[in-house]
């Protein structure tokens, strides 16, 4: 057990050094270029996905702007779902980056909320139930939500919210132990305070199943 804890302390710089890094100067010019240059969806070009798949993807500035309501004016993904019969997930996963300028460093995420789009790509009556976050280690974010036949969603814009953005995300890691003696001492994991992104790495999984 020592010899295990030792060698994830070790490890874990050596993780913390494959993050992906993002210029401050990229950050700041996406941050106030946001600015709504759409006013519905009629002409946005969707991607379509396939049932199942995992599709990596990014929000960059190049991606369309558009105001949610209640001042969460984001950059966009727009994704077309496929037809099905059966219920699946959709499962968005968000990995952790860094973006960095002299004298200082911030980490945080892409995180992601979901708006489902019907046929003539308006909002569902019904808002998308999300579940999670999940976090693997604290590298990867996780939330998903269930796809029905009987909701009728053929669309999804993948967002983020004023809140996300100012608030960021505190998240506990997971508790560990101490040997002292003989004896093991259970010691709380850190908290971590995380930034929201408004660009981002993410990745849409869809599956059966949405818990990663």
Known sequence: MRNRAFILLLALPLLAGCLETIDQSVMTSAREGMTPNV???????FQPLTYPSTTPM????????YDFGNRNVSYFKAIELPLSTEPYAMRIMSPRFDWRYPGSRHTGYFIPSILL???ERKPLRDPAIVYGPVYKGVDFRHVWTEITPQMNARYVLVYTTQQALTGGEEVKGGRTVMPVGVLFIPVPGPTYDFEGAPIGPIEITLAREGAP
């Open 39 to 45: 006013q519905d969806f009629t002409a946005v070009r």
């Open 117 to 119: 789009l019907d046929a």
């Open 58 to 65: 990014r929000i960059t500035t190049d991606d369309p702007v």
